[in-house]
């Protein structure tokens, strides 16, 4: 019996990466001085994610992680990870040359398949391609060792 291979990073391969001037960043509506601050900063860093895109990760309460996907090409925040995820369990591996993103841990906000069923809360490994600012699952399947460190 033959298993499919996970996805690979060269597989969804973004050239050129973006190496101009980052824009600064665009008022966000609904935001908040901490938060603007905090993007801002992830705004100065080095293009991480897809191209042209930092993936900048925060606390989003409790104990819980988030992530947004800001394009410094134009200072927009293009998205965040589909969920957030339990800080013990979460990691994710990801390249500045890729559109694929790795994603381990145990949501916080429930999660379904792709035929929209209910799934019960444990740690899953997730496989995203990101197209036009969003996220699509390609595979999910239960982690079977610990998350990353």
């Not at 993936?55 to 989003?60: I, R």
């Amino acid at each position: 019996m033959a298993f499919a291979a996970d996805p690979d990073f060269k597989d969804y391969a973004v050239t050129p990466v973006f190496t101009g001037t980052h824009h600064e960043l665009v008022p966000q509506e609904n935001s908040n001085p901490v938060m603007d601050s905090a993007r801002a900063k992830a705004l100065k860093g080095k293009i991480n994610f897809a191209g042209h895109y930092i993936l900048h990760q925060l606390g989003c309460g409790g104990s819980a992680i988030c992530a947004e996907v800001l394009d410094a090409r134009t200072g927009e925040v293009a998205g965040g990870l589909p969920n957030a995820y339990d800080g013990s369990t979460f990691a994710m591996a990801y390249q500045p040359d890729s559109r694929l993103i790795f994603i381990t841990g145990i949501t916080l906000d429930g999660e379904e398949d792709a035929q929209g069923n209910s799934l019960e809360s444990v740690n899953r490994d997730r496989y995203y391609e990101f197209v036009n600012n969003e996220f699509r699952l390609l595979t999910m399947t239960e982690a079977e060792s610990p998350p990353l460190d």
